[in-house]
């Protein structure tokens, strides 16, 4: 994308959120409630840029010697734009927090309810049990039915979802600005009166296996399960699948749900958003109204255990046989969300997989030409969080070759670092990303209880532009060496069971230490494909088990006895 349409792009982005640069003033805050339609908006206004970095620190990023050198020393680096999204925070008796973004303007308004909950509290031998409850949770309550929680705001124009992560579980209901009354009550119906019945657990456990089985199934569906269990090694909140492993959902329990939710779902583990076109008054009235008589919850705080540090490489294989090519995963186990480095492994992930431009998108896709797409991307946890690299092989790329150009890639940030030009095109790709995710109020909302709860002020939001452009040179190499080096990495190798060469894998047979990891982590549906037959054990399994590229099905042929070599005449 060029500098032009790109800052057109953020422009567009931040009028429409009501979102202008410091000291402008905002016609949004002024404009009367609209529920119909949307009012034609006021040309965009130009997002003013500050001239904060010193040009000496620009002169140590620049190249030495040259005149081009001495011009970028010269220039003021980018400011990002400085966000301004209005937040009214409140707090009710029985602990829920209710964060407010209003934006008059919008025909638009969202719920979000945003519980401190997620995988990471699955008691040891009953994985996915929080998915589980995220599952029943979803389906209705009991004053709402199974699925008609949906249908209602499907019926008044609105959208409603549901997403369970390792560490929070939040849903969110869109719907014109007039609705906000029925979004707030199904929220409130759904936090007090869920249907905890045997029937409903038995529906939802049915669900999350096939689900599971669906997910394992998939092409390249098992890595990530793999990768993570081996990342987070020893450290049971990140090391199980949130999916469940395939013996618990089997033997899950009615009782193991309704633990779960006394422990983890209430108005005090919870917090409450709301974004688009509302008045905080009558809003906070409508809160009050629904949730004020929804009693606490004897609430049970996130048991941490030690996490074990990593002290050499670990790697895996799996075999997929719904994958068409070989396919490589690296991960790190990196700082939690809100620790200061976090920031600037945002920044790398950019460098070296945001956009075609990336490092690794240039590299190995454009000029190489040894990868179909590249994924570079930190997980955004409260916990130890995962750095990861995702990149799917073309036909025929060699692995072990692939991986020492990302390896190189990756050194190469730690000793020299990002030019001055890549730093500000990673800067602008993840404003224009960060602007676009918030373009509607179901991302603010969002967006909003996800700050509240895992910072404990949503406010921290309108600051991360500012954050992230203050990462330097010098962070992105200092974070690289100290959080990628290659004794802290993971890597697993994805095979289809038929690849040419690929019994034993190339590089994982090799490396020292190497575990000889199949698909242990992934029972069920997936693991049928993924080691069928009597070859589970062997390096490749399937009808190419032990055949090497060019070896011979069919058994060698017999050789013909030769008669002696007559006496040569004299």
Known sequence: MSRTLLRRAVAAGIASLGLLSAGAPCPA???????????????????????????????????????????RAAAPAEAPIALALPIERATLENGLRVVMSPDRSSPTVAVAVTYDAGSRDDPSGRSGVARLVMGMMARGSRNVPAGEHQRVVAERGGEASAEAGIDRTTYVDALPANELALALWLEADRMKSLELSAQAFEAQRREAQERRGALLGAAYGQGPIRLQALVFQGYW???????????????????????????????????????????????????????????????????????????????????????????????????????????????????????????????????????????????????????????????????????????????????????????????????????????????????????????????????????????????????????????????????????????????????????RAGVQAAPGKGAAKAAPGKGAAKAAPGKGGAKSRGAAARPAPKKQPTKPAKPRKK
């Not at 409630?33 to 620049?62: F, K």
């Not at 730690?414 to 373009?439: D, H, I, K, N, Y």
């Open 29 to 71: 805050a002024a404009a009367p409630r609209t529920t119909t339609a949307a009012r034609p908006r006021p040309a965009p206004p130009r997002a003013q840029r500050a001239t904060s970095a010193p040009a000496a620190a620009a002169a140590r990023r620049a190249a030495p010697g040259t005149a081009a050198a001495a011009r």
């Open 237 to 515: 909140p990140h090391e199980h699948p949130a999916v469940g492993d395939a013996d618990d959902l089997a033997g899950a329990e009615l009782s193991w749900a309704r633990d779960f939710h006394a422990a983890h779902y209430g108005p005090n583990r919870a917090v409450l958003s709301i974004a688009g076109g509302f008045d905080p008054g009558e809003a906070m009235e409508l809160v009050r109204r629904y949730f004020d008589g929804i009693p606490a919850v004897a609430a049970a705080p996130f048991k941490d255990v030690p996490f074990p540090e990593q002290t050499s490489q670990r790697t895996g294989v799996v075999r997929d046989s719904a994958a068409h090519a070989p396919a490589i995963l690296y991960g790190w186990a990196v700082p939690p969300r809100s620790h200061p480095d976090h920031d600037a492994l945002s920044v790398v992930a950019a460098l070296l997989g945001r956009g075609e431009s990336s490092r690794l998108g240039a590299l190995l896709v454009a000029d190489k030409a040894v990868a179909r797409s590249v994924r570079v991307a930190t997980g955004e946890h409260r916990g130890p969080d995962l750095f990861s690299i995702d990149v799917r092989l073309a036909e025929g790329a060699r692995v072990g070759d692939v991986e020492k150009l990302i390896e190189g890639e990756i050194r190469s940030l730690a000793t020299a670092g990002p030019s001055p030009a890549e730093l500000t095109r990673a800067r602008r790709l993840l404003q224009s990303a960060f602007v676009a995710g918030l373009a509607d109020p179901a991302a603010r909302a969002r967006a909003l209880g996800e700050h509240e709860l895992l910072f404990g002020d949503a406010a921290h939001l309108n600051g991360e532009l500012a954050r992230r452009f203050a990462v330097t040179r010098e962070d992105v190499q200092r974070v690289a060496r100290e959080h990628l080096g290659p004794m802290r990495r993971t890597i697993v190798e994805t095979y289809p069971p038929a690849t040419p060469g690929a019994s034993p894998p190339p590089r994982a047979a090799a490396r020292a230490g190497a575990p």
